[in-house]
């Protein structure tokens, strides 16, 4: 995996993102690292603030793993996502 700290499209990296990274080189978990990359690649300078959110970051790589692996899960927060765009929820 290439070094996430150079994914940064010329901005400085939130203290949040490298924590993470820290966090996945130490525990040297894979999985982890390829999601945080490809939520970085999705992300620009608009959703700085958001990167600086320790726990933003958590839920976003949790809910991504935990859908990737859970098919039932996908389902449920997709209708969800559209029960809540309808107004039932």
Known sequence: ???????????????????????????????????????????????????NDYSAIEDILNDYINLQNDTGALLEFILECKQKECGVL
Not at 1 to 27: Q, S
């Open 1 to 51: 995996m290439e070094d996430l700290r150079d994914n940064n499209y010329g901005f400085e990296l939130p203290n949040a993102i490298v924590e993470h990274i820290e966090e996945c080189e130490e525990d040297k978990d894979e999985e982890r690292l390829q999601s945080l990359d490809m939520v970085l690649d999705l992300c620009d300078h608009t959703d700085l603030q958001m990167l």
